[in-house]
């Protein structure tokens, strides 16, 4: 009984402390499994299969999602990865990701797909560095770049959104 008393207590924090999740409002979440701890220095929350997280502004879906730090500050993600900013019709996928919420850096890697609709323009590449304050997007590796019929290819890319300025070597 004291097992089960713990696992509920444990999925009850679990559950308050994504509540106040630092993507900004109410969120919601949901996965085949989930586990988690809480501590001074150690707290996560992993989110297994069909891992889904949905904010105000952001939409995530991958294999596996992993939440960690004292608010939730840093959140890595694997496998089967996509996402949307819903305010900047930003969408991205990839197979590995890694978010610090305290920067607003994201950093993709894997077979990585960016999608500015707004501004229709689609681009790929092995690792996307993306600053959601300052809404630039650094490409490395392999870099296609698609824009209506343009079609543009180097190793290094950065994509200044407010500015619509790429430039591309």
């Known amino acids: 009984k004291l097992l089960l008393k713990n696992k509920k207590l444990l999925l009850s924090l679990c559950i308050f402390a994504m509540t ?3 993507f900004s409002g109410t969120i919601s979440f949901k996965a085949n499994s989930m586990q988690g701890s809480v501590g001074d220095n150690n707290t996560s929350t992993i989110l297994k299969g ?3 997280i949905e904010s105000e502004e952001l939409e995530l879906f991958a294999d596996e999602i992993s939440l960690k730090g ?5 959140i890595t993600a694997k496998g089967n990865i996509s996402g949307k900013y819903k305010e900047t ?3 991205f996928s990839c197979n590995s990701l890694e978010y610090n919420q305290n920067t607003g850096i994201v950093l993709l890697k894997d077979n990585v797909t960016i999608d500015d609709s707004d501004n229709e323009i689609t681009a790929t590449a ?3 560095e993306y600053d959601k304050n300052l ?3 650094t490409m490395q590796i392999n870099v ?3 824009h209506k019929s343009s079609v543009c290819t180097g190793t290094l890319a ?3 959104k407010n500015e619509q300025m790429l430039d591309l070597s």
């Open 20 to 22: 106040f999740f630092a």
């Open 126 to 128: 092995s690792i996307v």
């Open 50 to 52: 069909n891992a889904w």
């Open 70 to 74: 004292d608010d939730y500050d840093f």
């Open 144 to 146: 296609v770049i698609n």
């Open 135 to 137: 809404e630039i997007a």
């Open 89 to 91: 019709n930003f969408s």
């Open 158 to 160: 950065i994509y200044k």
